[in-house]
């Protein structure tokens, strides 16, 4: 049996200091990860409150206003995208604050993700907004 050979304190403390920079990277990721959620249930629930509501008045149900459909589209899809912007620049930031201790991609999946669904959400607002869904 070889025996292991004993870490400087100096070593241990790098270590440490990695595997925690790590864990702020993962809690920074699993943060933005929220706020993709909470932005595709805003969207989703406001295109689905927009075409159900537009339904409605198409059958001719009496709503309280005649772009009641269209504002609460517009409503829950705008903080959606309104959410997963804010989150994005915040995941940027606590980035920017890591990699001045220690280097590490800065294209990473769930920035790509964030991307894609501010970029879908706006899609959806303006297609409310010029009635074109």
């Given at each position: 049996?070889?025996?292991?050979?004993?870490?400087?304190?100096?070593?241990?403390?790098?270590?440490?200091?990695?595997?925690?920079?790590?864990?702020?990277?993962?809690?920074?990721?699993?943060?933005?990860?929220?706020w993709i959620r909470t932005s595709l249930s805003l969207m989703s629930?406001?295109?689905?409150?927009?075409?159900?509501?537009?339904?409605?008045?198409?059958?001719?149900?009496?709503?309280?206003?005649?772009?009641?459909?269209?504002?609460?589209?517009?409503?829950?899809?705008?903080?959606?995208?309104?959410?997963?912007?804010?989150?994005?620049?915040?995941?940027?930031?606590?980035?920017?604050?890591?990699?001045?201790?220690?280097?590490?991609?800065?294209?990473?999946?769930?920035?790509?993700?964030?991307?894609?669904?501010?970029?879908?959400?706006?899609?959806?607002?303006?297609?409310?907004?010029?009635?074109?869904?």
């Amino acid at each position: 049996m070889t025996a292991v050979e004993p870490k400087s304190s100096n070593e241990l403390a790098e270590a440490r200091t990695r595997m925690a920079a790590g864990r702020n990277m993962m809690a920074a990721e699993r943060t933005l990860m929220a706020w993709i959620r909470t932005s595709l249930s805003l969207m989703s629930f406001g295109f689905t409150i927009y075409k159900l509501l537009q339904g409605f008045q198409s059958g001719g149900s009496a709503l309280p206003s005649a772009n009641s459909p269209r504002n609460m589209g517009l409503f829950l899809t705008g903080m959606g995208a309104v959410a997963v912007i804010l989150g994005t620049i915040e995941y940027v930031g606590i980035m920017r604050e890591l990699r001045k201790e220690q280097p590490m991609r800065v294209l990473r999946s769930s920035l790509v993700m964030a991307i894609v669904m501010a970029a879908a959400n706006v899609f959806l607002f303006f297609g409310i907004l010029t009635k074109v869904l």
